[in-house]
């Protein structure tokens, strides 16, 4: 179980940080990733870090702006968004997959947190 926490309203150019927090089974291995989906689109990638924490990967439209980590002894992770802007705006989820971090599309991920909304005012 995946449970996502941190979400909320903040005026563009702010910061939140969001958490995921997993139980019930050993995710040991895995990596984390994070999506998002605006009402109308289609799930898009985040971002995603590796087991280790040691590698991350970032879709373009965040990169430089938010920042995935993890506390694999808490059986945590996190994504530090700052300089948030209206576009961000949108449904964030967390997912854990076992394979290469470089995969984006969601249908990939096996198990998912149920989303935490994120809303950017302008």
């Known amino acids: 179980q995946l449970v996502e926490s941190g979400g909320g309203l903040v005026q563009a150019g702010g910061s939140l940080r969001l958490s995921c927090a997993a139980s019930?089974?050993?995710?040991?291995?895995?990596?984390m990733g994070w999506f998002r989906q605006a009402p109308g689109k289609e799930r898009e990638f985040v971002a995603g870090?590796?087991?280790?924490?040691?590698?991350?990967h970032y879709a373009d439209s965040v990169k430089g702006r938010f920042a995935a980590s993890r506390d694999n002894a808490e059986n945590t992770g996190y994504l530090q968004m700052n300089r948030l802007k209206p576009e961000d705006t949108a449904v964030y989820f967390c997912?854990?997959?076992?394979?290469?971090?470089?995969?984006?599309?969601?249908?990939?991920?096996?198990?998912w947190g149920q989303g935490t909304q994120v809303t950017v005012s302008s």
């Open positions: 870090i590796s087991w280790s924490g040691g590698t991350t």
């Open positions: 997912a854990l997959r076992w394979g290469p971090i470089t995969e984006t599309h969601f249908r990939k991920y096996d198990y």
């Open positions: 019930g089974r050993s995710f040991s291995g895995s990596v």
